[in-house]
């Protein structure tokens, strides 16, 4: 049975207030969720009761805090439905996390004309430190492409040609932050795996939003950021298959994550210690596993189901009510985002207007200017659903839409990108 969805929003404080002079719509999740008062109770109880450092004291607090991180990892491990909690590593979030593979398995595994395929709709945080990798290593960066036009697809025909033996990882997201389309992650990690190549599935708007298993899935990394998923900022998680993790050497060093240190030399504690040196965080991860267990409450079936009626619901009002705008993405294998653009006007003023409705919307290039220059554009506009929208939200957006799209009247006539 379908939670509540009505019930739910009583659980988000941060809902509950007005802005500029409008009760909040909060269509922002893709950039970070809201909290729940379990998650925000959760950091309180922590630091007020638990707080110590971990993994060294041997007093009451620390064995508690250390007990509370290490179960915190159990509950990733359950999430993802990984095999051991030695393939979860806490990280920063999701760029963190690109980065340490980048990094330790990267610097160690690549070497020139070795190919890191990424696809053309890549977040700016999965495709950075792989130029950064090309560059210290001579490998070659190749991209998957996306279909020409709007529709914002993968284009599957082409798998074949960039997926070559000499590509040693491919990386790409799980749902796009721009396009909202949901790619077929199980199919390109089988297709990596027949050219013996890793896989690294960036799940930052991916989890929390759709049902995960990595072991399903069939990639060797899985990476994702907990504030997008009701956590809080600063936390992620680094899922690592055991044998790659094993061979890998630090990305950082410091205290927690050896076994023996000299003065010239240390050997390192197995993984997950060995990639979280220094003090992690604690209480982020603590509350993280916190978030989780809420997601699971509500049933993760049951959230994508309730997103992407939202989505599908506003994009039909758009596509039917709102001649002139230009949706991004396409109409099947959307996730809960749904970026647009009013020909002639640029997101930034789009957002203020919208804002001026008390509606949060995000405009930009998203972190994606490679695609966005691909596609025409310099920016867009985004709405972003989570689990707390309502369909009223869906109206009151609608309503906004109609509104502003009224300050662009020459601009609006025809559905026609502004470059055709
Ligand atoms: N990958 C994808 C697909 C993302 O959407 C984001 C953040 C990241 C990686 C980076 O996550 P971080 O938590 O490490 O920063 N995306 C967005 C966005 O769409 N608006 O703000 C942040």
Same mark, same amino acid.
């Given at each position: 049975m379908s939670p509540s969805w009505k019930n739910i929003r009583a659980d988000f404080p941060a809902l509950h207030q007005q802005v500029n002079g409008k009760p909040l719509v909060y269509l922002d999740n893709a950039a970070t969720s809201q909290k729940p008062q379990c998650v925000i109770d959760t950091l309180t109880r922590y630091y007020t009761q638990d707080n110590a450092n971990i993994h $060294?004291?041997?007093?009451a607090l620390s064995i508690r805090a250390t007990d509370a991180y290490e179960k915190a990892r159990k509950r990733a491990l359950k999430f993802l439905n990984?095999? &051991? /909690?030695?393939?979860i590593v806490f990280t920063a979030g999701t760029t963190d996390s690109v980065n340490l593979v980048a990094n330790s398995w990267g610097n160690e595994n690549l070497k020139e004309n070795d190919v890191i395929l990424l696809t053309e709709m890549e977040h700016h945080s999965n495709l950075v430190p792989w130029q950064l990798l090309a560059k210290r290593t001579g490998a070659k960066l190749r991209f998957l492409p996306v279909v020409p036009g709007d529709t914002g697809l993968l284009d599957l025909t082409k798998l074949s040609k960039v997926l070559t033996p000499e590509v040693r990882i491919f990386a790409f997201t799980h749902? &796009?932050?721009?396009?909202?389309v949901i790619n077929p992650a199980a199919e390109l990690c089988a297709a990596a795996r027949k050219v013996g190549a890793l896989t690294l599935v960036d799940a930052a708007q991916s989890a929390g939003h759709i049902p995960l298993d990595v072991q399903q899935l069939g990639c060797d990394f899985f990476v994702l950021s907990g504030h997008k998923m009701c956590g809080p900022t600063g936390i992620g998680v680094l899922y690592g298959r055991a044998p790659h993790l094993d061979k890998m050497p630090p990305y950082r060093g410091g205290g927690s994550m050896i076994k023996s240190v000299s003065y010239f030399e240390s050997q390192w504690a197995p993984s997950p210690a060995k990639f979280e040196?220094?003090? /992690?965080n604690i209480a982020d991860a603590i509350a993280l596993a916190r978030a989780m267990d809420y997601l699971d409450s509500l049933g993760r079936e049951a959230i994508a189901q309730h997103d992407k009626k939202l989505a599908a619901l506003a994009y039909v009002r758009i596509m039917t009510e709102i001649p002139g705008i230009r949706i991004l993405g396409p109409?099947?294998? $959307?996730?809960?985002v749904l970026s647009f653009v009013i020909p002639g006007a640029h997101a930034h003023d789009v957002v203020t207007l919208a804002d001026q409705d008390g509606i949060a919307l995000r405009g930009g290039h998203h972190c994606n200017q490679p695609l966005m220059r691909k596609l025409g554009l310099t920016s867009t506009s985004r709405a972003s659903f989570y689990f707390y929208n309502t369909e009223e939200e869906v109206e009151r957006f609608i309503l906004s839409l109609k509104r502003i799209q009224k300050f662009f009247p020459l601009w609006c006539q025809a559905n026609t990108p502004p470059d055709a």
């Open positions: $060294r004291g041997i007093h990984a095999a &051991s /909690p030695a393939d749902v &796009s932050n721009t396009l909202g040196a220094g003090t /992690p109409a099947q294998h $959307r996730s809960s």
